[in-house]
């Protein structure tokens, strides 16, 4: 069975710094693309980051050069530390893990949430 287990989350200040995980579990890690998404209340979720291997990595425009994703293969966890937060980034922060060969699959977390004070 396959499990993502977020943690991390909390109530930070503008401009503050917050580190949120992921661990996997029931999976071959290293054949999976992760990411993280976002969603606020009324929204769609939307894209964050992702990673795969150590060189493939995406970034949303709006979090690029504040949040770094980054992952530990031997942990099967996956980071996402974020910087100079502004009440924007306020969301639950949910991890992705996407099968990239077959068969197919895509798994989420329950989300994590990170609220960003003014």
């Known amino acids: 069975q396959v499990q993502l287990v977020e943690s991390g989350g909390g109530l930070v200040q503008a401009g503050g710094s917050l580190t949120v995980s992921c661990v996997a579990s029931g999976l071959d890690f290293s054949s999976h693309l992760m990411s993280w998404h976002r969603q606020t209340p009324g929204k769609q979720r939307e894209f964050v980051a992702s990673i795969m291997g150590s060189r493939t990595i995406i970034y949303d425009d709006s979090v690029k050069g504040r949040f770094t994703i980054s992952k530990d293969e031997a942990k099967a966890t996956t980071f996402l530390r974020m910087e100079n937060l502004t009440p924007m980034d306020t969301a639950v922060y949910y991890c992705?893990?996407?099968?990239?060969?077959?068969?197919?699959?895509?798994?989420w977390g329950q989300g994590v949430q990170v609220t960003v004070s003014s």
């Open positions: 992705n893990a996407k099968r990239l060969v077959s068969p197919p699959g895509d798994y």
